[in-house]
């Protein structure tokens, strides 16, 4: 599987470009990335909303498909909405597990989150492809004083 090569800038992900073109990479840590902090922050999308109501959430999402392919960005909201404290290292790491959880169907995934420094949440998350030597990784180094990824290295 091919996908875009994504970079954090502190303003989103921005397409990695070498010669005027997107740079491709076959690491789906590019993909984990899209999962947790590609959707709406605001607001998850709902199968049905009441007619003639806003909807909130993410303009990607189509109702019509099955839920696993929505992205709805579980941890960047809980980043966002919570206290780094050793009570809430699980409540992250379910919201990264609950983000990428369709990445299952392409092999293992395992998630590891730790404290790095007051205010500071580092995420690893490993792929293994049963057809890949090679696993995929991506790391992450969240900073809530400043509410952002400060530093993302895919593997």
């Known amino acids: 599987m091919l996908n875009n090569t994504l970079f954090e800038d502190g303003n989103g992900g921005q397409l990695v470009l070498r010669n005027n073109e997107i ?39 189509d109702p019509n498909l099955p839920s696993e392919t929505w992205i709805n960005s579980k941890t960047e909201k809980t980043l966002r909405g919570i206290e780094l404290t050793s009570s809430t290292r699980f409540t992250i790491q379910q919201a990264v597990q ?12 395992s998630v590891d989150v730790s404290f790095v420094s007051l205010n500071r949440v580092k995420i690893v998350i490993t ?6 030597v090679n696993d995929s990784r991506l790391t992450l180094v969240w900073d809530a004083t400043r509410n952002e990824i400060i530093e993302k290295n895919i593997l």
């Open 23 to 61: 740079l491709q990479t076959r690491s789906l840590a590019t993909l984990a990335y899209i999962l947790m902090f590609g959707g709406n922050v605001n607001a998850s999308t709902q199968k049905e909303n009441a007619p003639g109501e806003l909807k909130y959430d993410w303009w990607g999402n």
């Open 98 to 109: 609950d983000d990428i959880a369709s990445l299952s169907q392409y092999g293992e995934t």
């Open 127 to 132: 792929i293994s492809e049963p057809s890949i």
